[in-house]
């Protein structure tokens, strides 16, 4: 008995000797089990990871692919769109009638080659014509001989200011605002009312868009039928005096002049010379000597 008790007391404590620092005693095969599934989920969990950032790399690059194409293909178009410099295109947001439009451009190559030349400093005049309808979206622009570039954007200004300062009670052309908008008038400052859209300043951009612009001396006239207006014409390209002689004249045989009134002589909007010193109430100072009076701009003659 004695013995065996020894015998006992010298068989070493298995958790005293691990923790002295010998050799782990070696796992069942119940733990061994559970630690091979345990790595074997970690390596599954780790190709799983790598296969899910491939296929978001994917996403991404497949995204900016599209985004890249899309960004070119809207590039290529708006390049090809300012190359073609056609500003006569037709758009949806003009609500004259096209040939309206057409008939009334007609008329600007009729005018322009008439014998008294409008008064003006070439001859043929040189011009820009644009017409707005009568909520101000830009429905043409056109050009003939080799006008001021500049003059374009002044065009399409001045049919927005007589289309936009005309109604069914009375009409004003630009020629008419000018007195009224200089210092010390009493419309002075109208010019910075409604800028002109710069975006728009390049050629063949700007149709169905409404670009704005306030310019107060002669060369626009609104555009009536039935005595409502249904929109501007503007002209530019000239002297003041002569731009306004060839709007009105094309408005007039375009058959779009039946103004319900105006300021201007026989009731018309017929421009107003200032007889002596700074013009006054609705008139224009004179630009040349040659320019033609109310009277004779009414007179067109033969071309």
């Given at each position: 008995?004695?013995?065996?008790l020894?015998?006992?007391h010298?068989?070493?404590?298995?958790?005293d000797?691990?923790?002295a620092?010998?050799?782990?005693?070696?796992f069942?095969?119940?733990?061994?089990?559970?630690s091979l599934?345990?790595l074997?989920f970690?390596?599954?969990?780790?190709?799983?990871?790598?296969?899910?950032?491939?296929?978001?790399?994917?996403?991404?690059m497949?995204?900016?692919?599209?985004?890249?194409?899309a960004?070119f293909?809207?590039?290529?178009?708006?390049?090809?769109?300012?190359a073609?410099?056609d500003?006569?295109?037709?758009?949806?947001?003009c609500?004259?009638?096209?040939?309206?439009v057409?008939?009334?451009?007609?008329q600007?190559?009729?005018?322009?080659?008439l014998s008294?030349?409008n008064?003006?400093?070439?001859?043929?005049?040189?011009m820009?014509?644009?017409?707005?309808?009568?909520?101000?979206h830009?429905?043409?622009?056109?050009?003939?001989?080799?006008a001021?570039?500049?003059?374009?954007a002044?065009a399409i200004?001045?049919?927005?200011?007589?289309?936009?300062?005309?109604?069914?009670?009375?009409?004003?052309?630009?020629?008419?605002?000018?007195?009224?908008?200089?210092?010390?008038?009493?419309?002075?400052?109208?010019?910075?009312s409604?800028?002109?859209?710069?975006?728009?300043l390049e050629?063949?951009?700007g149709?169905?868009?409404?670009?704005?612009?306030?310019?107060t001396?002669?060369?626009?006239?609104a555009?009536?039928?039935?005595r409502?207006?249904?929109?501007?014409?503007g002209?530019?390209?000239?002297s003041?005096?002569?731009?306004?002689?060839?709007?009105?004249r094309?408005?007039?045989?375009?058959g779009?002049?039946?103004?319900?009134?105006?300021?201007?002589?026989?009731?018309?909007?017929?421009?107003v010379?200032?007889?002596?010193g700074?013009?006054?109430?609705f008139?224009?100072?004179h630009?040349?000597?040659?320019?033609?009076?109310?009277?004779?701009?009414?007179?067109?003659?033969?071309?």
């Open positions: 008995m004695h013995n065996g020894h015998h006992l010298e068989i070493p404590d298995q958790r000797t691990f923790v620092g010998n050799s782990p005693p070696a069942n095969s119940h733990e061994s089990f559970i599934a345990v074997s970690v390596h599954l969990l780790a190709r799983s990871v790598c296969a899910v950032k491939s296929i978001i790399r994917r996403i991404v497949n995204k900016m692919l599209t985004v890249a194409v960004a293909c809207i590039a290529s178009f708006s390049h090809e769109s300012r073609s410099g500003d006569d295109v037709p758009q949806a947001r609500t004259l009638p096209q040939g309206t057409a008939w009334v451009e007609k600007l190559r009729v005018v322009v080659n008294d030349a008064g003006g400093i070439f001859k043929p005049n040189r820009w014509a644009a017409i707005v309808d009568r909520q101000g830009l429905c043409s622009v056109i050009v003939t001989g080799d001021w570039p500049g003059s374009r002044i200004a001045k049919a927005y200011t007589a289309n936009g300062f005309s109604n069914d009670a009375l009409a004003l052309s630009t020629a008419n605002l000018y007195a009224a908008t200089q210092p010390g008038g009493s419309l002075y400052g109208l010019n910075n409604n800028p002109f859209d710069a975006r728009f050629q063949g951009s149709i169905g868009h409404t670009l704005g612009g306030v310019i001396f002669g060369g626009g006239v555009l009536y039928a039935g409502k207006v249904i929109g501007g014409l002209v530019s390209g000239d003041a005096c002569a731009d306004h002689a060839i709007a009105y094309m408005r007039k045989l375009a779009l002049d039946t103004v319900p009134g105006g300021e201007g002589p026989n009731n018309t909007d017929n421009i010379y200032s007889t002596s700074s013009p006054t109430g008139e224009h100072p630009c040349f000597p040659s320019d033609l009076s109310a009277a004779k701009i009414e007179q067109i003659p033969s071309h």
